[in-house]
């Protein structure tokens, strides 16, 4: 049994999720199923990024103190993970003393030791974002310069601060993306780190502000409070026990280095560039894997709030169900490029596969064993054909995907077996079979072939739909959590139960 450490990123406590955000959960969460299915011992953190002057702007306008605010932020991600039967191990919030105690002893080591020093800085400054940009990556406009990433408008700012010599590393920091080609995923993500910042030369960054509160309070220098940086990214280590000081926690010994983060690509040069930097810095491994998924795009267009058309989760789960809705975003964003929502597309997508596809099978198949066999089909012996040729060779490909985090290609090969399972009913007309006494063999082969399809389904597509393939696997007579190695029954004993993936309807006016 192999040890498997996963996160996500720390989502920012400004705002409410939009699906974006719980899309990363229910990625994350299907990598962390699908590793728990192969038998691996999983640890799924996730948590809240609770400091920052945006978070003390937002309470200010709202009236509450930050601690305030970020507590119902963080109760409203909470409650979005739970809807789509996310399971993590822990959630982490930044404004914990377990983190912001081991945090500040982080920051005052890398100091002693001279990888953070003291200076100014000088920028064009993002607030929403809460990052400074250089007179190159700004965005010239007639009235003022804009965010390279937002598009908003930047102020220019000075200040003392504290930096980290990320300049340093740089050397270490590009050998290491060199020898590790798995490190930073997808291919095409890795070469806009290399060619935007490593070969240009990599910059220190600013660690510490003096411009708002709200955040872990720089003890040897009061009036500084630390920037986002060394405070939200040291989450993936002070949630195991990492102790700069003293012996570290179980946890971390057990767990660290991490197998996989998983991050938008909005902020995956923090993770490739800052963090393993800050983790050099303290002498601590790297992680194996950093992977920035892409974005949804509602239909073509940004999902954003000024658009008006930000699509939440909850909303999706409460019509649809929490098996579509993770049906729906797994299959439909790409390994690389932006994935498209819409509810048309939810709509019609659900239904092709999970209603017709998935959910036809599943009752024809059921209800026919229980109307030919009275619901026990064993075969002498376990039937040779293409379609359980195809559960075998779709089984192989949908692994490689899954370790590749090529989700969408990993469900697409789940659902092969499914669609060509329906075929063979019209091909071999089992109606036709059980009129012919003398085809009760034969009869009996086909409907092993098909409860045998969807017990290969109901495995593969656990981790993406685990409430739908429980039920599932319970009408299939079989224990309702897979396990990756469980060999093909001799037989079926079926016991038909509700419908799966009842069809959608699109309401008027969606
Ligand atoms: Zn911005």
Request: charged share 25%; aromatic share 12%; net charge negative.
């Amino acid at each position: 049994m192999s040890k498997f450490y996963i996160t996500t990123a720390i989502p920012y406590a400004s705002q409410k999720p939009h699906i974006g955000n719980t899309y990363e959960a229910i990625f994350t969460d299907a990598v962390a199923r699908y590793h728990k299915l192969l038998g691996d011992d999983v640890y799924f953190l996730t948590g809240a990024d609770e400091h920052g002057e945006k978070i003390e702007r937002a309470a200010e306008k709202a009236g509450v103190s930050p601690q305030e605010f970020v507590d119902g932020i963080t109760a409203a991600l909470r409650h979005d993970w739970d809807v789509c039967m996310v399971e993590y191990d822990d959630f982490i919030r930044t404004t914990e003393p377990r983190h912001k105690d081991i945090v500040k002893r982080i920051f005052k080591k890398l100091y002693d030791q001279g990888d953070i020093y003291k200076s100014a800085y000088e920028g064009w400054y993002c607030v929403p974002d809460e990052a400074f940009h250089t007179e190159s990556q700004v965005k010239k406009t007639p009235g003022g310069n804009l965010c390279p990433n937002c598009g908003r408008p930047v102020e220019w700012l000075k200040e003392e601060a504290y930096f980290f010599r990320l300049s340093a590393y740089a050397g270490r920091l590009a050998a290491h993306i060199e020898a590790n080609p798995g490190f930073i995923q997808p291919d095409s993500r890795k070469n806009e780190m290399i060619n935007g910042y490593i070969k240009p030369g990599l910059q220190d960054f600013c660690v510490s502000r003096t411009s708002f509160k709200w955040g872990v309070p720089v003890e040897f220098d009061p009036g500084h409070v630390m920037y986002v940086w060394v405070d939200a990214l040291s989450n993936y280590i002070t949630a195991l026990g990492y102790d700069p000081d003293r012996d570290h926690g179980e946890l971390f010994e057990k767990y660290w280095p991490c197998d996989v983060h998983v991050l938008g690509k909005d902020v995956l040069r923090f993770h490739t560039l800052y963090w393993p930097g800050i983790l050099m810095a303290l002498g601590v491994p790297l992680p194996g894997q950093v992977f920035g998924h892409p974005w949804f795009l509602m239909g073509s267009d940004k999902m954003s709030k000024s658009l008006g058309n930000v699509i939440h989760a909850p909303e999706l789960v409460e019509k649809y169900g929490a098996d579509c809705t993770r049906y729906y975003v797994l299959r439909e964003m790409p390994f690389a490029r932006d994935g498209s929502i819409t509810r048309e597309l939810f709509v019609s997508r659900c239904n092709a596969d999970l209603a017709n596809d998935l959910g036809n099978l599943a009752s024809r198949s059921i209800t026919m064993a229980e109307k030919y066999f009275q619901g026990t089909v064993a075969p002498s012996a376990v039937p040779q054909n293409e379609v359980l040729d195809l559960c075998a060779s779709s089984r192989i490909k949908y692994k490689d995907a899954m370790d590749k985090l090529a989700m969408q290609q990993a469900v697409t090969e789940a659902m092969a077996p499914v669609v060509r399972a329906n075929r063979f009913i019209d091909e071999t007309m089992p109606w036709a079979l059980a009129k012919d006494p003398e085809k009760a063999e034969d009869l009996i082969r086909v409907l092993y072939t098909l409860l045998e399809t969807l017990r290969c389904a109901s495995v593969t597509l656990y981790p993406v739909m685990p409430l739908a393939m429980g039920k599932l696997r319970a009408q299939l007579g079989l224990p309702e959590v897979p396990v990756w190695t469980e060999p093909a029954p001799a037989g079926f004993t079926v016991k038909r139960g509700g419908n799966l993936f009842p069809r959608i309807v699109l309401d008027e006016g969606e």
